[in-house]
């Protein structure tokens, strides 16, 4: 049986195409760096080090768990 492969475009990806994505904060993972997502099309991204964004690789997102499992660290020593 031959299948053929999904198409990955959709309605919704056509309306970020034209309007742009709506993105909005999916995980904080320090002060300064977020995670977002697409509300449209589920496209990942993450704040990088020159303050743009950039795609949620693997990479990245490990990254961002590095980082944050530090920062949660160290805020439980500052002293409120």
């Known amino acids: 049986m031959d299948k053929f492969p999904t ?3 959709s309605l919704l990806s ?3 195409a034209t309007f ?3 993105y909005v904060i999916s995980r904080k993972v ?3 760096v ?3 997502t697409c509300v449209h099309c589920k496209k990942e991204v993450a ?3 020159q303050g743009s964004v950039e795609i949620l690789t693997l990479k990245i997102r490990n990254a961002n768990n590095a980082l944050a499992s530090f920062y949660e ?3 439980q ?3 409120a």
């Open 7 to 9: 198409s990955p475009f």
């Open 14 to 16: 056509l309306v970020c």
């Open 20 to 22: 742009g994505h709506d």
């Open 30 to 32: 320090t002060d300064h």
């Open 34 to 36: 977020n995670e977002y």
């Open 47 to 49: 704040d990088n080090m």
């Open 73 to 75: 660290k160290k805020m």
């Open 77 to 79: 020593k500052i002293p």
